[in-house]
């Protein structure tokens, strides 16, 4: 049976292998992944600086149609509005017509009556008078 000592230094820590210099070749070939990835976020930069200019003329765009469309709503609203109010006042003043022609009708059959028990109020008087 092994000794518990020779089993746990299976376990020890052990240094890096090879020496440094055996990465310095590996990470030359790096440098010029290195370099292709900052052409490549410099490039994806440009493109969402471009995207984003090209987005907000859009937007303006957008925008500015949304407004017009919103004047030419505005303008039917208040056209259609002012529409309904001048046929309301027509209604009105035909109604009113309507009215002063009966109430004219209805002074025309009372005047005569009216006038006649004035008269004859005043000609009582006249003959009551000392």
Excluded: H
């Amino acid at each position: 049976m092994p000794d518990l000592r020779d089993f746990l230094s299976r376990f020890r820590p052990a240094g890096a292998p090879g020496a440094a210099a055996e990465v310095g070749p590996v990470l030359t070939l790096l440098a010029g992944t290195d370099a292709e990835c900052g052409r490549i976020v410099a490039q994806a930069r440009r493109d969402a600086g471009q995207l984003a200019a090209g987005t907000s003329a859009e937007a303006a765009a957008i925008a500015a149609d949304a407004g017009r469309r919103a004047a030419a709503a505005r303008e039917e609203a208040v056209r259609q509005v002012m529409a309904a109010a001048r046929e309301d006042a027509a209604a009105a003043v035909r109604d009113a017509e309507r009215q002063a022609t009966v109430i004219r009708a209805l002074a025309a059959r009372r005047i005569p009556s009216l006038v006649d028990r004035a008269v004859g109020t005043i000609r009582r008087l006249q003959r009551e008078e000392p």
